[in-house]
């Protein structure tokens, strides 16, 4: 059972591998989700070749107890569904500093964070507009027990992305 398993899944990668696209050379645009309490970001791809690219995302955060502010960079596989449809799935890492002014305390530091990201993207025909949904989990690396902006190890982030491809 277990080799019948393994060999539809192996068929099934075969079968999206072998499916040639063209991925946009540039898209620009926003990445919108919770992230843990950055908010949007700005978002850049940049195609490496017909399937590969490498996607840099820039956050920050300014509010009156926390300024922070985080890039994170991720080398991504895309595979064609069908009409425009593709899915994704990379893997990355980022780094980041925050300040913290909350009261009398005012703390700062730098965090390193790990990452992965899987999600699904739709590229309009009759416009250059890319719309994608997606999910990134991040695992900080250095996180200190006086870091109040981060109070966990783990952070899962889930966007909604629009981008003009270029």
Same mark, same amino acid.
């Given at each position: 059972m277990k080799k019948i398993i393994l060999s539809a899944f192996m068929l099934i990668g075969l079968a999206f591998s072998s499916q040639a696209q063209d991925i946009s050379k540039n898209a620009l645009g926003l990445r919108l989700g919770d992230n843990d309490g950055f908010g949007g970001e700005v978002s850049y791809q940049r195609g490496l070749s017909k399937n590969?690219?490498?996607?840099?995302?820039?956050?920050?955060?300014n509010s009156n107890e926390v300024d922070a502010m985080k890039l994170?960079?991720?080398y991504q596989?895309?595979?064609?569904?069908?009409?425009?449809?593709?899915?994704?799935?990379g893997v990355g890492?980022?780094?980041? #500093?925050? /300040? &913290?002014?909350?009261?009398?305390? +005012?703390?700062?530091?730098?965090?390193?964070?790990?990452?992965g990201d899987i999600g699904i993207e739709y590229n309009f025909q009759e416009a250059p507009i890319q719309l994608s949904l997606d999910f990134r989990p991040e695992f900080y690396l250095n996180? #200190?027990? /006086? &870091?109040?902006?981060?109070?966990? +190890?783990?952070g899962p982030d889930i966007a909604l992305g629009i981008r003009y491809r270029f």
């Open positions: 590969n690219r490498l996607e840099l995302d820039l956050g920050w955060r994170v960079g991720l596989w895309v595979w064609e569904i069908e009409n425009g449809f593709n899915w994704y799935a890492g980022g780094i980041g #500093s925050w /300040s &913290n002014s909350e009261g009398s305390t +005012n703390d700062s530091g730098v965090f390193l964070l790990a990452t996180n #200190s027990g /006086s &870091n109040k902006f981060r109070d966990e +190890n783990f």
